[in-house]
């Protein structure tokens, strides 16, 4: 009796074994899974964002809603992955941040175009938005003209390119509308610095 108790014991730990295995295998399984539907659902969020109802709020929001597109558009998964419809839809999310001045001198079409042109050099010049960094509520410019509202801030993106990091200043204007919305008036470049893989500034 004794004899048969070990063996049903060994068989006992052999299945646990067996079955704590499954386990292991069936949650590394899961994990890209996760990492696939988090990349998916940053996607969903940038195409169904609703820019009527959910309208960012402040400068600072605004600013950091179009540092988030620009990042995802230009990702390699979107360049890659991203349908002529995704691309339109995308286009005109971002247009929704846009100044109507802004507007007039860039139409759907034009806008279009030049998005993809952008997503091409990004994948010839094998280039990335790593992060973007934005200025504090309290670093933000305002001023007003003839009762209109304006609004001056800064962003720095880190970027990689072909293997090299680079840093992008970046100095973004924008305007308050009719409806009390800021709306982005333009950015221009401040200072780019590349830094090779070696560490040497360039």
């Not at 063996?7 to 899961?30: D, R, S, W």
């Not at 969903?44 to 990042?71: A, Q």
């Not at 279009?112 to 091409?120: N, V, W, Y």
Request: hydrophobic residues 35%.
């Amino acid at each position: 009796m004794k004899k048969n108790g070990n063996k049903t014991f060994t068989l006992m730990i052999f299945l646990v074994a067996i079955v704590a295995l499954g386990y292991f295998i069936y949650l590394n399984n899961k994990a890209p899974d996760r990492e696939s539907v988090d990349r998916n659902s940053e996607k969903e969020i940038l195409l169904n964002y609703d820019m009527v109802e959910n309208y960012p709020k402040t400068v600072r929001e605004t600013t950091k809603m179009h540092c988030r597109y620009l990042k995802y558009v230009y990702s390699d998964e979107f360049i890659k992955e991203g349908t002529e419809d995704e691309i339109f839809t995308m286009n005109q999310k971002i247009r929704a941040l846009y100044d109507d001045e802004l507007l007039e001198l860039n139409s759907p079409t034009e806008q279009l175009q030049a998005l993809k042109d952008e997503m091409t050099l990004y994948e010839v010049n094998k280039q990335k938005i790593v992060s973007y960094t934005l200025s504090e509520a309290s670093q933000i410019e305002y001023n007003t003209e003839n009762g209109i509202e304006y609004a001056k801030m800064q962003v720095t993106l880190a970027l990689t390119i072909d293997g090299a990091s680079a840093s992008v200043d970046e100095e973004y204007i924008l305007r308050k509308d009719s409806e009390g919305r800021w709306k982005i008036l333009g950015w221009q470049v401040k200072q780019q610095q590349t830094v090779t893989e070696e560490g040497d500034a360039e």
